[in-house]
Nanobody, 129 residues
Framework: EVQLVESGGGLVQPGGSLRLSCLASGFTFSSYTMNWVRQVPGKGLEWLAGISIGGITSMYADSLKGRFTISRDNAKNTLYLQLEALKTEDTAMYYC??????????????????????RGQGTQVTVSS
């Protein structure tokens, strides 16, 4: 059974940082492109970043403007998202999401496509003073 367990969220002040983790199991993690998406209550999913199977290639949503960094450790079956210079509008539930097919290339997903990715239960990030 595919399992994706996110952690690392919490309450942080504007300008602060967080590191999110996602522990994967039930599939060959190193064979799948992985992604991070987020959702604000009442709004659709927003794709944030994706990383290739070897971690060499990554892509980001333009809206992030270099504040977030995706990485992975295939030996630990873990995906990461480093969040820097956090803003109140970054408040959301953050999910790691697995590509549907193995060995797929990194791509940008729209809201509809993001909703079709297998994702975990999420970790809440709240940015507030």
């Amino acid at each position: 059974e595919v399992q994706l367990v996110e952690s690392g969220g919490g309450l942080v002040q504007p300008g602060g940082s967080l590191r999110l983790s996602c522990l994967a199991s039930g599939f060959t993690f190193s064979s799948y492109t992985m992604n991070w998406v987020r959702q604000v209550p009442g709004k659709g999913l927003e794709w944030l970043a994706g990383i290739s199977i070897g971690g060499i290639t990554s892509m980001y949503a333009d809206s992030l403007k270099g504040r977030f960094t995706i990485s992975r450790d295939n030996a630990k079956n873990t995906l990461y998202l480093q969040l820097e210079a956090l803003k109140t509008e970054d408040t959301a539930m953050y999910y790691c999401a697995k590509d549907a097919a193995a060995y797929s290339v990194v791509k940008i997903y729209n809201a509809y496509e993001s909703g079709r990715l297998r994702r975990g239960q999420g970790t809440q990030v709240t940015v507030s003073s």
